[in-house]
């Protein structure tokens, strides 16, 4: 850990924070109707927009209307995405001619933009026409944000009613979030990551002349695309040589600011956040990286604001911060400690970032690669600046184990604060079991159903997680996807299967999970586990919005304390370790082990090179050429 | 049930209107005015007209004579700008540490008098397979090299990529680094 890495942390951390405040501030006074500025502004639009789409402001949905709307809405969007996906060819926007996605690939992709997960076993530049990936994928990055923050308000409304049976108005909060929150910040960052050189244009891919050919081998294929034999019996390869560079363009920077800040993430390009087109410079990186986290943290205090009490979400957000703050220096530490087996100079200096910087840009370097890494996975945004897969084992255990805490470090927009507030439930339930009273939180009584709700919360994303991933490896079609051996071919599937389970839609990208087998098995995954937490979180805010409100007493046990803090933090990382221990010691423990071993008993990287000495020799060297 | 699909429906068709094209649209408006440029590929035209490559995207070099870059992974041929990708190779893949192992001895072969340890950028693949960007370090180690195969002072050079290092952004951001690409077009220009 150097200075400078510790210093771009910190950064980090002080600008998050600092904009908790007025950002959560503003979205509390949104979702309560309270003049923010642009919600008087746009009123008489916002009108309108209720008036011609029939939408009775006026209905107070109970909770069942509530999840029913919220799943007519996200079907709607899901089969318009796959719609697109398969007439593209036929429709405008569509320079490089790309042809229609096949179904299974298509039908796998709505249902991970639909859920917010944005898992993409497609290369985005290659495969989405710029019409799909307007209309389709950024509309839902959008919508499926807004959905998660609608079923978080509703929740938090459950809170402060009293004997209601209504827990608010699913489009009303749904619109509100899209128009007032997730849209303005969304044409803000744009046009800063416009002018740090995010692409956006609608132009085709330019062709550019290189400075020096390339010439690359490749399979010869005859008139009716078949290959060619030579007289051994071997595919033939002929040699061509290219002056060409095609570079892919597209309306990026607009799709890229709301896939950060929507915790959607997934990119315009194939690399997502590691292309220089989608994130060109270190600032642009701050931008992005700050703005997935920006509205999960914000939300906390505005679920203060709104059940009448700040304190109780800085509580919340403390103990997501400490867990990540922690988990931060350990997947730095071990990505700038670098890879044992490699014979090579990783030394941090002033001129170089050193470390394992296979899978990472140069101008990131380690400290951005894994600070990215681990808040990517801890908000359940998915998009990436470096390629997880070529992590070292515990850089790479970070971001599989915060998806698998289940996504409430911050976690998704919305979905992200209401999965933490079911542990803070758990949490009450605990320590009321201990001191023998009816546990209660934010003075609603936690009875039998809002524990049996919370109990399917917190077990659906497991057993989606181990059970497909135990169901894939069992299978031939599953096994065959994998790119790396051993151990690390194992934590390439539980971490394809962690991330669909728990809707984030990172990757360790060597799996080649475009085939029928993952694009199905993994597209209802993600159905399953969005949706069957949005219902019971519904449940439990119907259950909560009918119930009286109790006064303080002797009995309570204080949600706004740091004693409080600790208790979530324990609960959380009791479940999540309890459950996946066991896993992820069959991958990246064990790699890590296999990793210390193979580079103790050969220190030249297992390799018997001649200038074995030159690693040894490596810290003296380097100072030597310092001017 | 009518109830529920009329304002889904409507509310998909207007938000898909607002957020999936009024909005790139607009953003897009707004990139071509003010920064026409960078929105269209901050693309590198020399005295032709000609568009030589992007300041943002690597491009692979192999002459002794230019400073070459990251290696790339991307397929079919390394720096593919239509298709993006990584190597995806694990730590302990042995495929890995073959593949780096050829990369240093290429390199090691290139710069016979050169006995400094290979900086890692150089022989590990970027990301994007399209990094444009080497350490300073993985430039110092190929200086050597190059000033000979161009007859060059290994003092201009230094002078030359001195003027090329980007610094960190705000003195803040990121890592120092340099643009193999333009080094290697000013290179071109200087010994022309």
């Known amino acids: 850990m150097t200075t400078q890495n510790f210093l771009q942390i910190v950064l980090y951390l002080v600008v998050l924070l600092a904009l908790v405040k007025p950002l959560g501030t503003y979205m509390a006074r949104i979702y309560q109707d309270e003049p923010a ?67 299974d690939s298509a039908f796998n992709t709505a249902v991970s933009f639909a859920t917010n997960t944005n898992w993409q076993g497609y ?37 402060i009613r009293r004997n209601s049976n209504g827990i608010g108005n699913f489009w009303v909060d749904m619109t509100r979030s899209t128009l007032y929150i997730l849209l303005p910040l969304s044409l803000l960052l744009a ?42 019996g071997k595919p033939a390869t002929e040699t061509i040589e290219t002056k060409q560079q095609t570079l892919a363009l597209g309306p990026a920077a607009a799709q890229i600011a ?142 599989m184990f915060l998806m698998q805490l289940g996504e409430v470090i911050y976690g998704g927009v919305g979905s992200g604060l209401y999965g933490m507030i079911v542990f803070a439930i758990v949490a009450v339930f605990l320590a009321g079991l201990m001191i023998g009273r009816t546990p209660e939180y934010l003075g609603k009584k936690i009875e039998a159903f809002e524990m049996k709700m919370a109990a399917i919360i917190i077990l659906v994303p497991p057993l989606m997680v181990l059970g497909g991933t135990a169901l894939a490896l069992m299978l031939e079609v599953g096994k065959v996807g994998v790119l790396n051996n051993g151990a690390h071919g194992f934590s390439e599937v539980l971490y394809a299967f962690s991330s669909a389970g728990n809707n984030n839609g990172s ?16 597209g209802l995954i993600m159905l399953f586990s969005r949706y069957w937490l949005m219902i ?46 066991p896993a992820l010691a069959l991958g990246p423990i064990i790699e890590h082990i296999q990793i210390s071993q193979q580079s103790q008993v050969l220190p030249c990287g297992g390799q018997a090179l001649p200038d074995c000495q030159a690693k040894s020799d490596l810290h003296t060297i380097h100072t030597q050429v310092q001017p | 049930m009518l109830n529920y699909f ?24 707004f990139a071509q005015l003010f920064y026409a440029d960078k929105a269209n590929g901050s693309l590198i035209v020399d005295i032709k007209g000609q568009a030589v490559g992007s300041t943002l995207i690597g491009q692979s070099f192999t002459q002794a004579k230019y400073f ?79 000033a000979k195969a161009r007859n060059m002072d290994e003092n201009k050079l230094h002078e030359l990529v001195n003027a090329h290092t980007e610094t960190r952004q705000w003195f803040v951001f990121g890592e120092p680094r340099i643009n193999v690409l333009q080094l290697n077009l000013a290179l071109d220009q200087a010994t022309r």
């Open chain 1, 123 to 159: 290369s985005g530049e290659t495969t989405m026409s710029y019409f799909t990936q307007m209309l389709g994928l950024s509309v839902q990055n959008f919508l499926s944000a807004a959905t998660g923050m609608a079923v978080l308000v509703a929740l938090t409304r459950s809170f």
């Open chain 2, 68 to 146: 070459w870059g990251r290696a790339s992974a991307t397929s079919p041929y390394p720096y593919n700008a239509s298709a993006s990708s990584g190597s995806n190779l694990g730590p302990t893949n042995p495929d890995l540490i073959t593949t780096v192992n050829t990369r240093v001895k290429t390199l090691q072969v290139a710069e016979s008098s050169n006995k400094i340890a290979v900086p890692v950028d150089l022989v590990t693949a970027s990301g994007s397979g399209l990094d444009p960007h080497i350490s300073l370090a993985a430039v110092d180690y190929q200086i050597k090299r190059v």
């Open chain 1, 191 to 232: 046009v800063l990551l416009v002018g740090q050189g995010v692409v956006q244009t609608t132009n085709p891919y330019q062709n550019v002349t290189l400075i020096e050919a390339v010439s690359y081998d490749q399979p010869k294929l005859d008139a009716n695309g078949q290959a060619v034999m030579d007289v051994t």
């Open chain 1, 37 to 103: 500025g642009l919600n008087r502004w746009l009123a008489g639009f916002e009108k309108l927009l209720y008036r011609w789409c029939s939408v009775d402001v006026k209905q107070d949905m109970r909770w069942t209307q509530y999840a029913l709307a919220v799943l007519v809405f996200n079907l709607l969007g899901l089969l318009v995405v796959y719609a697109l996906q398969r007439c593209q060819a036929v429709l405008p926007l569509n320079p490089q001619n790309l042809p229609a996605i096949n179904p």
């Open chain 1, 258 to 399: 709301i896939k950060q800040l929507g915790t959607n993430g997934g990119g315009f390009f194939n690399v997502n956040s590691a292309h220089p087109f989608e994130n060109p410079t270190p600032l642009s990186n701050f931008l992005e990286m700050l703005a997935i986290l920006l509205i999960p943290a914000s939300l906390c205090y505005s679920f203060g604001v709104m059940v009448g009490d700040t304190r109780q979400g800085w509580v919340i957000l403390a103990a997501m911060t400490l867990i990540f703050t922690a988990l931060v220096f350990v997947a730095v530490s071990a990505e700038q400690s670098g890879n044992p087996l490699l014979k090579v100079d990783q030394i941090a200096s002033e001129s170089q970032a050193g470390g394992n910087m296979e899978g990472k840009e140069t101008r990131f370097g380690i400290v951005n690669s894994a600070l990215w890494a681990v808040a990517t996975t801890a908000a359940s945004n998915g998009s990436v600046n470096a390629m997880h897969d070529s992590f070292t084992p515990i850089g790479g255990l970070v971001p």
């Open chain 2, 6 to 29: 009329k304002p889904a429906v409507l509310l998909l068709l207007l938000l898909t209107l607002l957020t999936g094209i009024i909005y790139p649209l607009v953003v897009t408006a």
């Open chain 1, 507 to 522: 990757a360790f990208a060597g799996l080649s999970a475009n085939t029928p087998f993952y694009n199905f098995l993994l």
């Open chain 1, 536 to 581: 019971p979180v519904l449940a439990i805010a119907g259950s909560l919005a009918s119930k009286k409100i109790v006064p303080v007493g002797l009995g309570t046990l204080p949600t706004h304390t740091p004693l409080f803090t600790v208790l979530l933090m324990i609960t959380v990382l009791m479940v999540g370790a309890l459950t996946f221990v």
